[in-house]
């Protein structure tokens, strides 16, 4: 009888984890998710995408129209409960279904909200506190960035070092800060077409304070701001390539920033 190679015992569990992709990911960058994905699976997850997921509710919330958002947020609910885990690439996100769902319900469907919220994490929270990256097989990035704090993802999620963190373990990155890099960068859902004019001063602001850095790269970590603040950028003729921080430590993307117009 031939010898046999003992099989490899696994050094770590195997994660069910349900990806939310995210409204703005969906139609807007769908290499957020792609990248979200392979960063998961590297960190050793069993990944899921549930194709039936919309929107978490946060638009209607927001706005106070808590009788829309209700329903969605049981749908989302049922949707994700099977799962261990769920990661979303989204500070604002992941803030409605861990800090909002549960305010939104009482009784039977209030703890399975605090449930779900109890194994809802966002995606740079996740890959630094849950299932960590193994070590990078690629040469360091050669490009000087810099990061936006997203108001959800700060004040809501606590995220602040983990994407740097991630992106000096994985891309060998040190982050070019922002001045005043905990402000607003003007975005804040529907406030920028409540109030445009101040709206557009903040991104202006924020954009200034970018270039100021010496920084080619402007990463962060939710859609909608980087979305606004490519738009901005893009109508003022800035050099400034702008991307989520998923794009960047999943691998050198091959497309175009966000809001580029070859996109």
């Known amino acids: 009888m031939e010898n046999q190679k003992p099989k490899r015992r696994r050094t770590r569990p195997r994660r069910d984890v349900a990806l939310m992709v995210t409204c703005l990911a969906d139609l807007m960058r769908p290499s957020v ?27 209607a919330y927001n706005n106070g129209d808590v009788n829309a958002a209700v329903p969605v947020a049981r749908a989302v609910i049922e949707m994700f409960e099977p799962y261990d885990y769920v990661v979303i ?18 009784g039977e469907w209030r703890d399975r909200a605090l449930a779900l919220a109890a194994k809802t994490w966002e995606l740079t929270r996740f890959l630094t506190e849950v299932a960590p990256l193994p070590p990078p097989k690629r040469p360091p990035l050669d490009a000087t960035v810099t990061y936006h704090d997203g108001c959800a993802g700060l004040r809501e999620q606590d ?6 963190q991630l992106l000096l373990q994985q891309c060998g990155v040190d982050v070019s800060e922002l001045s005043q890099t905990e402000v607003c960068c003007g975005f804040g859902g529907t ?27 402007l990463l962060g970590g939710d859609l909608g701001c980087l979305l606004h603040l490519a738009g901005r950028a893009r109508r003022r003729g800035l050099e400034l390539e702008v991307r989520h921080v998923a794009e960047i430590l999943a691998g050198t993307p091959p497309g175009p920033g966000i809001g580029d117009p070859n996109g």
């Open 191 to 217: 406030f920028c077409t409540k109030m445009p004019a101040l709206s557009t001063k903040m991104a202006d602001d924020k954009l200034n304070s970018a270039v100021a850095t010496g920084a080619n790269i």
């Open 89 to 106: 690439p989204s500070g604002s996100c992941a803030g409605m279904l861990s800090r909002h769902y549960p305010a939104l319900f009482e």
């Open 159 to 164: 995220i602040k070092q983990q994407p740097r």
């Open 33 to 59: 998710g792609f990248a979200a994905v392979r960063l998961l699976e590297r960190a050793g997850c069993r990944v899921t995408v549930p194709e039936r997921q919309t929107c978490c509710g946060q638009p």
